[in-house]
């Protein structure tokens, strides 16, 4: 069909592509969940349980001066259950980000790492929250 061609083709294709700028649909790409922040009690909660180190490598966070990274186990950064948050330094967060620590090896660490006899207090943890 001759007419229904040219009719088509008189539309830039642009026209239907503009839909308006969705959140989480950046040039990543690759993650679609929404992003929300994880609530502060959840994040004290994990540093307390944590307590203070990365619960991968076991390093000492307050003593190295490092942020605490708040990984998605499940990789669902909507996800803010304690159980899917593990509390990592930036060497973990990253090696768990780029799949060198798989999800198993991190649920693995998460139920095998060690109570601590003591949480950090407020203080540590305001520390490991918003810096020194
Ligand atoms: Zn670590």
Redesign the pocket.
């Known amino acids: 069909m001759w007419g229904n061609e040219s009719y088509r083709k008189s539309f830039p294709k642009k026209a239907q592509k503009s839909k308006g700028t969705l959140r989480g649909e950046g040039p990543r790409g690759k993650k679609k969940t929404k992003r929300t922040p994880i609530p502060e009690n959840v994040k004290k909660k994990a540093l307390m349980r944590s307590g203070r180190y990365?619960q991968?490598?076991?390093?000492d966070l307050l003593r190295n001066r490092l942020m605490p990274t708040f990984h998605h186990i499940d990789g669902n950064a909507s996800n803010h259950h304690l159980n899917n948050i593990i509390v990592?330094?930036p060497?973990?967060h990253n090696k768990a980000d780029r799949g060198v620590i798989t999800k198993e090896q991190l649920i693995y660490k998460l139920r095998s790492s060690p109570r601590p006899m003591v949480g950090p207090n407020m203080d540590e943890i305001n520390k490991l929250l918003f810096g020194w």
Not at 56 to 59: A, E, F, G, Q
Request: charged share 35%.
């Open positions: 990365c991968y490598c076991r390093k990592l330094c060497d973990c």
